[in-house]
């Protein structure tokens, strides 16, 4: 699985959008970029994925630049909720016949405030 | 769906001890997780079971860690002569076999283990 570069930690104002970068240049061509979360005293959170088109669900979306070698997690209107350890993974295919053990980095820790 | 469920949430225990944690996955998973997740780091991957068959197993999982899930329903992770090293969270996951990755796959809160 690619190796992954965030930034240790952020800060954002209660309501404005968070903009989490991560880094991943030797990704490869089969391998999805994942978003999850951990709220403090809690196990991670699913948020997001994608492979190359940008994704938008309820909770964030996520762009992927085209080259592939980053993306940006956006929060569209931060609440306090939403301070966390925000963890960008990349893995190779979403086969369902391989076990899914997940490799995580640091991430980035996110500061919401008012 | 209850979510996974994972028992003690905090356990505080001597140098030397032994310790035991218990996982109860969603209960039509077939697959289960352990991961462990020291102080500032992301969470890193112990072992795997599919049913009742550890069919996986970290280097990080020392001749001290044992894991079972005996009937391929609830885990445990226990821990032999316990060391301050191994101030951690536990965490447990599970998902379905035959579910594609990320849909199904749920983390439980984890046991949060301090050695003094």
């Known amino acids: 699985d690619a190796k992954t570069t965030q930034p240790p930690s952020m800060d954002c104002a209660e309501g404005r959008a968070a903009n989490l970068p991560c880094n991943h240049s030797?990704?490869?061509?089969?391998?999805?970029v994942y978003w999850y979360r951990q709220i403090h005293s809690q196990g991670p959170q699913y948020i997001i994925h994608g492979l190359k088109n940008n994704e938008t669900n309820e909770m964030a979306s996520l762009i992927i630049t085209e080259d592939r070698k980053s993306s940006t997690l956006i929060l569209p209107h931060a609440t306090l909720r939403d301070t966390a350890v925000y963890y960008c993974i990349v893995r190779a295919s979403i086969n369902t016949g391989t076990a899914s053990k997940l490799t995580f980095g640091t991430g980035t820790r996110l500061q919401v405030m008012l | 769906d209850t979510g996974v469920s994972q028992d003690p949430r905090h356990k505080i225990t001597k140098r030397g001890q032994n310790v035991t944690f218990r996982c109860d996955p969603i209960?039509?998973?077939?697959?289960l997780y352990w991961y462990r997740q020291t102080l500032g780091q992301g969470p890193e991957f112990l072992t795997y079971?599919?049913?009742?068959?550890?069919?996986?197993k970290s280097r990080l999982l020392s001749d001290r860690f044992s894991a079972e899930r005996p009937k391929g329903s609830f885990s445990t992770l226990e821990i032999q002569r316990t060391e301050q090293g191994d101030s951690a969270m536990y965490l447990c996951?599970?998902?379905?076999?035959?579910?594609?990755?990320?849909?199904?796959?749920?983390f439980g809160s984890g046991t949060r283990l301090t050695v003094v």
């Open positions: 209960s039509e998973h077939n697959r």
């Open positions: 996951a599970s998902s379905m076999r035959g579910q594609a990755f990320p849909y199904g796959y749920t």
């Open positions: 030797t990704i490869s061509g089969n391998e999805y």
């Open positions: 079971f599919q049913n009742e068959a550890q069919l996986e």
